[in-house]
């Protein structure tokens, strides 16, 4: 099993920033890629980023400029800079991380931007 920590959730005001932290640990098998979800209320869970073992990196268009994603490969951690954050970021934010073909989901933090 392969357990995820997110860290560095919070409550900001419109146009600050967090920075996202997520761990993996346990029976690591090689990481394929990890990346960044959320969950606004009463919304489906969409991509915000990820970024492959190699290094590339996709973004949704809401985050493309603002919230750059990167990784240690060698301690299994994946980042998320969010800045110019908005009221409509407001979101639980969960790291994912696949590896040997299955996708492992961490339990979330809960970002809120306030106008």
């Known amino acids: 099993q392969v357990q995820l920590v997110e860290s560095g959730g919070g409550l900001v005001q419109a146009g600050g920033s967090l920075r996202l932290s997520c761990a993996a640990s346990g029976s690591i098998r090689g990481m394929s890629a990890m990346g960044w979800y959320r969950q606004g209320p009463e919304k489906q869970r969409e991509l915000v980023a990820a970024?492959?073992?190699?290094?590339?990196?996709s973004y949704a268009d809401s985050a493309k400029g603002r919230f750059p994603t990167s990784s240690n490969n060698a301690k299994n951690m994946v980042y998320l800079a969010m800045n110019s954050l908005k009221p409509e970021d407001t979101a639980v934010y969960y790291c994912r991380f696949d590896s040997s073909g299955r996708a492992y989901w961490g339990r979330g933090t809960q970002v809120t931007v306030s106008s």
């Open positions: 970024i492959t073992s190699g290094g590339r990196t």
